[in-house]
């Protein structure tokens, strides 16, 4: 496939795994909060390890794709407010990726610092403003069951991020070889 036209091959198979992932960890590692219908998920770092290694657009379509899957199977149907959500959550640590260089195996202080300051404005963005909104004008919700609910959902998604998705960066950043590291004998 030629650069420019469509998804790339990687891209694609990086949405499919990461949807996969984001399915069973929605599954077998989420943890209840102790609010209805909220939890506290251990997906959101992988989907922000995927972003971050692939993109906006596998951040966005893991995001839709793999929240859309999770509800369908284990609630009975998706709930879209909140796949929109997870789906903005992506796309926008998926954006933040060119300015983070983890594929050169740099990830120091600077770049956590960035990927953090990143992932807290998107999961505020999405949790803290698009979840409640759409929850009102999808499902005639109160508003005040949902704001507190973006809210611990917000919360704990910034938290789990900033920990296991700091820690997944920096081991996958380890693995890298950095950029001007070999030198030619001569």
């Known amino acids: 496939m030629r650069k420019g036209k469509g998804l790339s091959i ?10 996969a992932l984001f399915v069973i960890l929605g599954r077998f590692g989420s943890i209840p909060s102790g609010l209805p219908d909220t939890n506290i998920e251990t997906t959101y770092a992988l989907l922000a390890l995927f972003a971050i290694l692939y993109g906006p657009v596998a951040g966005l379509l893991i995001g839709l794709i793999g929240h859309t899957l999770k509800d369908a199977i284990f609630y009975g149907s998706p709930w879209f ?3 929109i959500a997870s789906a903005v959550v992506g796309l926008i640590i998926g954006l933040a990726a060119r300015s983070i260089r983890i594929h050169d195996g740099e990830f120091g202080a600077k ?5 953090n300051l990143i992932q807290v404005l998107a999961n ?15 499902y005639a919700e109160p508003s005040n069951k949902v704001f507190t609910q973006g809210l611990v959902a917000g919360v704990s998604n910034i938290v789990t991020v900033a920990v296991l998705g700091t820690l997944l960066l920096l081991a996958y950043a380890k693995t890298r070889t950095k950029q001007g590291s070999l030198t030619k004998e001569a």
């Open 111 to 115: 770049q956590i610092i960035r990927f």
């Open 124 to 138: 505020a963005i999405a949790w803290f403003v698009i979840a409640p909104v759409l929850d009102i004008l999808i």
């Open 10 to 19: 990687i891209t694609i198979v990086a949405t499919g795994i990461g949807s």
């Open 81 to 83: 407010s909140w796949v």
